[in-house]
């Protein structure tokens, strides 16, 4: 009689080691055991159904209420003021003093800005002070210089160049784009000679110590620009802002502010001579009455400028920029795509419950000896039940983020919320990020359930590094230096992944989950999570192979 010899596989074994099918079939088992469980399937149901409902119902009960020249009670998008829109679709904010005249064709704008100098409401008590209440100051990006526009249309298409409260010389052009020019501050002593030459549809802007040795900061492409555009100077400042820090969190109050710039040398070459007219684009006119022969107070009473012989005074408020959540945008109630997501994390809750049971229930009933016996492959066995949660968690995901942001976003925008778009890509971003996010959460508890052998622990342990951190920066728990650091180098940075808007550099933005900004980029905060699951799944893997089932 023959005997046959049986290789009976180690426990370090890998993936395609060992004589008894490959990793599919492993797979296959894994799959059976997870929809054989109807608890766990239940789970991930429930997950998606508190991530849908959480986030609709949110959106639905964010309504904005108002009542116009005492008339009757309106809301919704009736008590919205006009929203401004610019060439590539974002909403912004478009409000300045403007001394302007047409150039048609080509032509060249020249200017040297002598002085900027502003003031913003009085915060020193913590509350902006009324009528009266300003105090000098200059805003880091309150705005002089030269600019040319589409049209005085809010939203049209423009190219300026300008010097900043705390910035130096930039080139801005339709809204979201910035390059910067020399550095400094602008003075009598100090002063910037800007320039602007327009051909065609191209706009080059150009900066100067001197007036005589020019050098070119940047060339934009304004397409479709008309054959007759406006042109001249500008002054806007956005509102002042004071963060207070505190234990357990901060708190950012602002009052309104504005901009004065000093020219002198203004020359227009490539048209007509015409007259310069002083408009308020926006009603972006001072706050408080510019003095003699500039015209009335603020609030689109009159042109804000003086003019005496060859030197013009302007002064200005409001902003030429991106809407951005928490920044500027004139007092708007704006939302994101991102916001109508609030219930992820408690779908997230239910994921990590299922995803460290499906591994550590096989400890407490002793049922990992059967597994084991059946596939010795530990690495096998691991690798299959991370693949199966982490496709169950994805697609339970997927759908509930997919179906919250059809479903909140139409919600939250009739109840009067201004929906800040994205493009395309970036919604794809937020929505298939979002379900990885949440598979890889479930990877994380399905290692630390092989880890810890415990469910309760496993899920304790793997709330504690998703949940909890999110949650103490979103409730301003902790200090906001802390709160930062939680969203840095826990796991819950990955939640960077639903920031759907762009932190501009112009623009005054606040570091905060409740606004939709985050310490890290969105690929940074996930790779985050990345790590942490890559390290949980090294260590269950390491366990798995020294400790006896």
């Not at 606040?510 to 890290?520: A, E, I, N």
């Amino acid at each position: 009689m023959t005997t046959r010899a049986i290789s009976v596989p180690r426990p370090g074994a890998g993936l395609g080691d060992g004589p008894r099918g490959g990793f599919g079939s492993v797979l296959r088992a894994e799959w059976t055991k997870f929809r054989s469980v109807r608890g766990w399937v239940i789970g991930m149901i429930v997950a998606a159904l508190l991530t849908i409902f959480i986030g609709v119902f949110v959106a639905a009960n964010a309504s904005v209420g108002c009542q116009i020249n005492g008339g009757p009670a309106e809301s919704g998008k009736a008590c919205l003021p006009y929203v401004p829109h610019g060439p590539g679709g974002e909403v912004v904010t478009d409000s300045f003093s403007f001394v302007r005249q047409p150039l048609t064709g080509n032509g060249t704008l020249t200017a040297r800005v002598t002085s900027l100098t502003g003031e913003h409401a009085n915060l020193s008590n913590g509350a902006a002070q009324g009528g009266g209440g300003m105090v000098p100051g200059l805003v880091d990006w309150a705005k002089a210089g030269i600019i040319i526009k589409r049209s005085t249309h809010q939203g049209s298409a423009y190219a300026a160049m300008m010097v900043t409260g705390g910035h130096g010389v930039r080139l801005q052009y339709n809204f979201t784009g910035d390059i910067a020019g020399m550095p400094g501050d602008v003075s009598a002593a100090h002063p910037r000679w800007l320039r602007l030459t327009r051909s065609g549809d191209t706009i080059t802007g150009y900066d100067s110590a001197d007036g005589a040795h020019w050098t070119r900061v940047g060339t934009v492409q304004l397409a479709g620009l008309p054959a007759t555009v406006q042109v001249g100077l500008f002054a806007t400042s956005p509102n002042y802002f004071v963060t207070q820090n505190s234990f357990g969190g901060n708190s950012s109050i602002g009052g309104s502010a504005q901009a004065t710039g000093g020219f002198d040398h203004v020359s227009l070459t490539g048209s007509a001579p015409g007259t310069w007219t002083g408009t308020l684009v926006g009603g972006g006119g001072p706050v408080e009455a510019p003095g003699p022969g500039g015209g009335g107070p603020g609030g689109g009473q009159g042109p804000a400028y003086t003019r005496t012989g060859a030197t013009f005074t302007v002064t200005g408020s409001g902003d030429i920029a991106p809407v951005t959540p928490g920044g500027s945008g004139q007092g708007l109630p704006t939302t994101t795509i991102g916001q109508s997501l609030v219930g992820v994390f408690l779908g997230l809750i239910a994921i990590v419950v299922v995803a460290a049971m499906f591994f550590s229930t096989e400890f407490r009933r002793g049922l990992i000896r059967t597994t084991l016996a059946a596939t010795p492959r530990r690495g096998a066995v691991l690798a299959a039940k991370a693949a199966v949660i982490a496709a169950v968690a994805f697609v339970a995901g997927l759908v509930a983020v997919a179906v919250s942001i059809a479903l909140g976003v139409p919600k939250q925008e009739n109840g009067g919320q201004v929906l800040l778009p994205a493009t395309m890509p970036t919604e794809i971003r937020v929505i298939v990020g979002t379900a990885a996010m949440l598979a890889l959460a479930a990877v994380l508890a399905v290692s630390l359930g092989a880890i810890l052998r415990r469910s309760a622990a496993a899920i304790t342990v793997a709330i504690l590094l998703v949940f909890i951190p999110y949650l103490l920066a979103l409730t301003n728990a902790v200090p906001a230096g802390v709160g930062e650091w939680l969203l840095r180098v826990t796991p819950a940075a990955a939640v960077a992944i639903e920031q759907s808007i762009p932190r501009y550099s112009q623009v005054h933005t606040v570091t905060s989950p409740m606004q939709g900004y985050y310490p890290l980029s969105p690929y940074a905060g996930f790779g985050v999570l990345c790590l942490w699951t890559a390290a949980a799944l090294a260590l269950a893997l390491f366990v798995l192979r020294r400790r006896d089932a």
